[in-house]
């Protein structure tokens, strides 16, 4: 396992940032449901008690670790939407969903025995707020509630670890089911309900 030295962060979300960092090292190195608080504390380079003053238990090491890079990657597909890239929304769901599988400390969460961390992540209102407001952006001006696009930004999210957990056959297929099955949805002027 690669070990760094702990320092002293007088900023309580760099600490933190460490700390996740060096979890991604341990989940990659010694798998994620494998790594322990011992292993991640070591690839941090500090205590134990330093660990668990940012993290109280494992659970919630891990949910901090998703939640940053779930929020990551929707943060960086509505950058990519307001740099005005040429790219469509199925173009960026599957650049997310395609940067997930590229990470090896990501790809991991997605595995059987590891799905309850990214299912729970899903359901952080803060992440849905973020995903939502990509949405709206990438919605214009709609006459849809703040309730409409949280529901949304839950499907496009869910429809992702779907997609994650259970990947299409190739690449074409996969494309496929997000152009034709969560693209219209999520772009609809009309509200869900009436899509049934």
């Known amino acids: 396992m690669s070990h760094t030295r702990w320092s002293r962060h007088a900023d309580e979300d760099v600490a933190v940032d460490k700390l996740l960092d060096a979890a991604g090292r341990a989940f990659t190195e010694v798998g994620v449901g494998k790594a322990t608080m011992v292993d991640v504390a ?16 494992q659970e919630a090491l891990h949910l901090a670790y998703v939640h940053r890079a779930t929020l990551r990657t929707a943060t960086y597909l509505a950058g990519e939407r307001r740099a005005g890239a040429p790219n469509s929304l199925a173009d960026r769901v599957i650049t997310g969903i395609a940067s997930v599988r590229s990470d090896a400390a990501m ?5 059987p025995e590891n799905l309850a961390v990214p299912i729970k992540v899903s359901q952080n209102s803060e992440l849905l707020r973020s995903m939502s407001a990509a949405l709206l952006a990438e919605l214009g001006p709609q006459p849809l509630s703040q309730d409409e696009l949280e529901r949304r930004a ?21 494309r496929a089911m997000v152009e034709s099955f969560l693209v219209p949805v999520l772009l609809s002027p009309l509200p869900i309900e009436s899509l049934s």
């Open 42 to 57: 070591a690839a941090a380079g500090c205590s134990r008690a330093t660990l668990y003053r940012y993290f109280p238990n």
């Open 107 to 111: 790809s991991e969460w997605f595995e």
């Open 154 to 174: 839950e499907w496009l999210l869910r429809s992702i670890i779907s997609l994650l957990a259970m990947p299409g056959r190739d690449a074409a297929s996969e």
